[in-house]
Nanobody, 126 residues
């Protein structure tokens, strides 16, 4: 079973950058598509970005496309999310996810997540 631990969240100002990391243990992530979801209290979780097992396919939600970059290091069992030009509406708890069902842009966009991290808070002040 894969365990995921996020880090890198915090309080920043609008326009700043932040990088989230997700460390995996208990198994290799190369067998999984990986993604970042976020959730605002009272709202449903939404997918932010996803990346296939090889890293060749990526997906971004329209709201973050061009500002966020998802990368993975299978040798290091690590997933990252570089967030630039942050906005107040990016404020949320961000979750790292591992999924077996991410092998095309459309399937990555619909990933459900087989394993989830505990989440890290990102707060952007305007």
């Amino acid at each position: 079973q894969v365990q995921l631990v996020e880090s890198g969240g915090g309080l920043v100002q609008a326009g700043d950058s932040l990088r989230l990391s997700c460390a995996a243990s208990g198994g290799t992530i190369r067998n999984y598509g990986m993604g970042w979801f976020r959730q605002v209290t009272g709202k449903e979780r939404e997918i932010v970005a996803a990346i296939s097992g090889t890293g060749r396919i990526t997906y971004y939600a329209d709201s973050v496309n061009g500002r966020f970059t998802i990368t993975r290091d299978n040798a290091d069992n690590t997933l990252r999310l570089q967030m630039n030009s942050l906005k107040a509406e990016d404020t949320a708890v961000y979750y790292c996810v591992a999924s077996r069902g991410c092998f095309s842009t459309s399937t990555c966009a619909r990933m459900a997540g087989d394993y989830w991290g505990q989440g890290t808070q990102v707060t952007v002040s305007s």
